[in-house]
Every structure is written in structure tokens, then in C-alpha cells.
């Protein structure tokens, strides 16, 4: 059993850096031998919506998903805070779900064991300005302007420049060792040692927790700088180099 996982990848524009990590990691052999394929989140910098544009602009990388999910891989995306009310979207290029697409954490029974698998940003349970914020983002008031009012053009413009002030005030802020702790609490505190394995991102920190003797936490971090992605192979982890 096989189970793969990346976040957190923060593709721009077509063939970055990102992207081809991210086709790395989706042609990587031991991804396309895999029962799970998992995509935690913050795969796109920007993705919000329905707009045919983004399936246009990164055709590659949805055929790459649809590959894997032919193949007989259970393929799973998780939204982020950088890629939002995709449903639409992802009914236009998959109209029976075949790939299925979450906003909030899903919990999986696989050979015994049970997995959580979400973006990861619900483990930030004590940064309340950030709870707003993401309590903001899915509310059906942004949905609605995101899938039925704003015109792609203006919604790229907008995210890109709320990206450029987030990450700016966010570097200041980053403290590895300081995130990874209040990561690690907040994990506590959501999943209460309740699932024998907890897979998230959003941290941008890779990290290996062992919360109790039969529950542990997987974070691959930020794929760019951590060049790896997540393998569990019969529910032992590992991190994977991506070359």
C-alpha cells in the first residue's frame, strides 16, 4: 500500500519552478505505483473559482491528475487558502467526481489504520486573525463574487497583490521552530490523538511528529525548498526526494 502526498507547491505560471515540481512529483514512479495520490493544498498560488482559464493555462497539470485517477489511483484534492471554491471548476473537468475535491478535512480508514488528510490551516487554532480571515474567504459572500461576479482578469490582479502583501508580512513573522511548535499544539487540540496518521500542510514547515505511540503527524513543507514529498508505504512515512 502506497499513499503520496505534496502541499503546499505554490504554482505561478505555467512551467515555474513549481510546476515542474509538481510534474515531477505527479510522473515520480513511485507516485504512479501509488493506491493514494493527495494534494493538501496551496498546489496553485492562485486558483479561485470556476474560470475555464486556469484549466486552459495548466492543461498539463490536469492531465497529469486525470492519468493517475485512469490509472486506478484514488486521487484527492484538498483546497487551500490559495486555491478556493474550485468546485465548478473541477466539475468541469471531472463532471462525476473522479476526482474528489474537499474544502475541510477527510478521514479515511486504509488497511486498518485511520488517516486524516486536510490543508492543514485548522491546526492554526490560536492565530484568530487568520481564523477570520480563512472564515471570510469560504463565506458564501466571497463564493458567490468568486464564482459568479468577478471576471477573471480582475480576480487574478486582486489575489496576486493580496499574495505579494500576505507573504511580505508573513516573512516577518516566520519563525521556523516557532511555527513548527504552534503546529504541532494545534494538532493536539484538533485531532485529540483520535487518527493513527494526520497529513497537512500550510505550515510550510516539514515535520514528523509523534503525537502519541499511535498517532503522528506528516507535514512535507514547502516542496520547493524541501525538494520531497510525502510516501507512506504499508503506513510507514518517509519523505521521498522529488529528483
Not at 20 to 40: D, G, M, Q, W
Not at 139 to 167: C, H, Q
Not at 195 to 202: A, C, M, R, S
Request: a neutral charge; glycine letters at 6%.
Amino acid at each position: 500500500m502506497k499513499i503520496s502526498a505534496i502541499s503546499d507547491v505554490h504554482v505561478k505560471v505555467p512551467f515555474d519552478d513549481a510546476d515542474k515540481a509538481l510534474c515531477r512529483f505527479l510522473t515520480h514512479p513511485l507516485v504512479v505505483n501509488s493506491e493514494y495520490v493527495i494534494l493538501l493544498g496551496d498546489i496553485f498560488d492562485l486558483m479561485c473559482g470556476p474560470h475555464q482559464e486556469y484549466i486552459q493555462k495548466f492543461s498539463h497539470i490536469f492531465d497529469l491528475i486525470d492519468g493517475l485517477r485512469k490509472k486506478g489511483i484514488k486521487v484527492m484534492y484538498f483546497e487551500g487558502n490559495h486555491d478556493v471554491h474550485l468546485e465548478r471548476l473541477f466539475k468541469r473537468r471531472w463532471p462525476n467526481d473522479e476526482v474528489i475535491l474537499s474544502q475541510g478535512p477527510i478521514i479515511e480508514e486504509i488497511e486498518g489504520k485511520s488517516y486524516y488528510f486536510s490543508h492543514g490551516d485548522e491546526h492554526e487554532v490560536d492565530n484568530l486573525s487568520y481564523q477570520k480571515y480563512k472564515s471570510l474567504l469560504l463565506s458564501p459572500t466571497l463564493k458567490f463574487i468568486a464564482n459568479d461576479v468577478m471576471p477573471y482578469l480582475l480576480l487574478n490582479y486582486l489575489g496576486e497583490r493580496a499574495s505579494k502583501i500576505s507573504r511580505k508580512r508573513g516573512s516577518k513573522e516566520y519563525v521556523e521552530d516557532i511555527v513548527k511548535t504552534r503546529f504541532r499544539e494545534g494538532v493536539k487540540k484538533t485531532t485529540q490523538g483520535k487518527y493513527n496518521f494526520i497529513l497537512g500542510g500550510h505550515s510550510h514547515v516539514q515535520d514528523c511528529y509523534e503525537i502519541s505511540e499511535s498517532s503522528i503527524y506528516l507535514n512535507n513543507g514547502y516542496a520547493l525548498k524541501t525538494k520531497t514529498f510525502l510516501l507512506i508505504e504499508n503506513h510507514l512515512p518517509s519523505f521521498a526526494l522529488l529528483y
